[in-house]
């Protein structure tokens, strides 16, 4: 009896926990790349090159794709669907441009959870020909969203991914 009691309280902990947890998050990572604020602006402002360095866009080589629009302008959506559950349901729309300096997107997830966070890409002129890039994620986490952040630490992973997609980007920009 005791151990089922146990085992039942450490089941409810991390729904405890997310109860009182934040209901926002955001995620911020930076790179420097040895080309020129304008270089990397130039590529990152199509979300069709995410293609080629987006961990979450390679995750499935089969994923459909959907384009509306004019891609490196606002507006622009890049939709996707995909049969792996890794890659989902979603799209994702340029809502801001500052040439040279930043690019803004709304991403709604619809499977396989419904969500809408925002993300930007900044760039900074640290020394001649080096740019730091900066990639945000920002969103809100209902209860149900909070408690898979718990349990499965999301934020590591979505960390870890974010890595990786701007080590891609150094090494395509940096060719």
């Known amino acids: 009896m005791y151990i089922l009691l146990i085992i039942l309280i450490i ?84 809502t801001q441009l500052t040439p040279g300096e930043r690019v803004a997107h709304e991403v709604r997830f619809e499977k396989p959870f419904a969500n809408t966070s925002q993300m930007f890409m900044t760039t900074t002129q640290v020394a001649d020909g080096r740019t730091e890039l900066t990639w945000g994620f920002i969103g809100q986490l209902n209860y149900m969203m909070r408690v898979f952040h718990l349990v499965l630490n999301l934020r590591k992973a979505l960390t870890k991914d974010m890595d990786t997609s701007l080590n891609n980007l150094k090494t395509i920009l940096e060719k």
């Open 11 to 94: 089941l409810a902990i991390p729904f405890i926990m997310a109860a009182f947890g934040n209901t926002e998050f955001s995620i911020i990572r930076k790179i420097i790349i040895n080309r020129t604020p304008t270089d990397v602006y130039d590529y990152i402002k199509y979300l069709k090159n995410g293609e080629k360095y987006n961990k979450w866009v390679m995750t499935d080589p089969n994923m459909r794709t959907d384009l509306r629009g004019t891609d490196g302008t606002e507006g622009f959506i890049y939709a996707w669907d995909s049969d792996n559950k890794q890659a989902g349901k979603g799209e994702q729309e340029i």
